[in-house]
């Protein structure tokens, strides 16, 4: 006997929603990744000697010059050499799996590591914007990954089926592809900045407005200049989808979350001076993250009177 091919189940529900959409930072802020980055220390002898610290002490030491310092011998390309793609070895994705089969055994995830499993399971665009230097494909692979042991099985049900009502919808799709190829679409559709791989900073570089912004910042200010940029190139990915698809009437709103106090202060400033101006009727929420016993996070900065649910 014939078996007949099952047919996937589209939400249709997923046109009555709002439209809202993430920009996460990755490391302390979806997960604690065990990656360390090798500084040296000023003793009180006067001596510097080598250590390794994690991305949550980075973020608070990175500005104290006076007592740490990259390797002498290799400068910050050696402080971060396990943050960037090496051939043969893929230290990115070794310590997500480590990350995520330790949340298996009871360790604490990071405060938006459940803001990370609904965006998936509702099939809403996100980006990931980190400091590190890897590959936008590298970034993608540790999302599927994250993806495979994050989410149950019912859980990946659900998100294709709103990844094929959002199709539905949007693209007018009545014939859908494998599993695998919807959700290839998805993940194609979402952005992954590693802001010192040397694509992103090619690409940054070359657009007239940060080449000057980049011209006068200080080196400390940089990264979050970077970030900065990465935003942006999501907002305006976020407004041309929606203009081509006739979604600008609806309710729209972005939502950041980073652990890193520096760059929220700069992207909190970024989105009052710049992005609310330019973009109207979209609507900001940044989320400190930075203190670990708030479950969630801290929001620091509305543009629009917008409250996010579970972010």
Not at 54 to 73: C, E, G, K, L, W
Not at 82 to 99: K, L, Q
Not at 263 to 268: A, E, I, L, P, Q
């Amino acid at each position: 006997m014939e078996r007949r091919k099952a047919i996937p189940y589209i939400n249709d529900e997923v046109a009555t929603r709002d439209f809202k959409y993430y920009i996460f930072d990755w490391d302390d802020n979806i997960l604690h990744m065990p990656t360390k980055i090798r500084m040296e220390h000023r003793r009180e002898d006067g001596v510097w000697e080598p250590v390794e610290v994690s991305t949550a002490t980075f973020a608070m030491i990175r500005s104290d010059v006076a007592h740490y310092r990259p390797p002498s011998d290799g400068g910050w390309n050696a402080a971060f050499r396990n943050f960037a793609d090496e051939p043969g070895r893929n230290t990115f994705i070794e310590d997500t799996i480590a990350a995520l089969e330790k949340i298996e055994h009871g360790e604490i995830p990071g405060p938006s590591y459940n803001a990370m499993r609904k965006t998936l399971r509702e099939g809403r665009i996100f980006a990931i914007v980190t400091a590190r230097g890897h590959s936008p494909e590298t970034i993608e692979k540790a999302v599927r990954i994250f993806i495979r042991y994050a989410l149950t099985e019912s859980e990946r049900e659900e998100m294709m089926s709103n990844l094929r009502g959002y199709r539905k919808w949007f693209d007018g799709v009545t014939e859908f592809g494998t599993d695998a190829q919807e959700l290839d679409y998805y993940l194609h559709m979402c952005r992954y900045s590693a802001v010192t791989h040397d694509a992103f900073k090619v690409r940054m570089e070359a657009d007239p407005i940060y080449q000057e912004k980049l011209a006068t910042a200080e080196l400390s200010a940089k990264p979050e200049l970077a970030k900065e940029f990465a935003i942006r190139d999501f907002v305006e990915h976020i407004f041309h989808t929606l203009k081509r698809t006739g979604g600008l009437g609806r309710s729209v709103s972005i939502g950041f979350s980073d652990d890193d106090k520096g760059n929220v202060k700069s992207v909190s400033s970024y989105i009052r001076q710049e992005l609310s101006k330019r973009f109207e009727g979209i609507k900001f929420v940044v989320y400190d993250t930075s203190d670990r016993t708030l479950s969630k996070g801290r929001k620091v900065c509305v543009s629009g009177q917008l409250n996010l649910p579970g972010f």
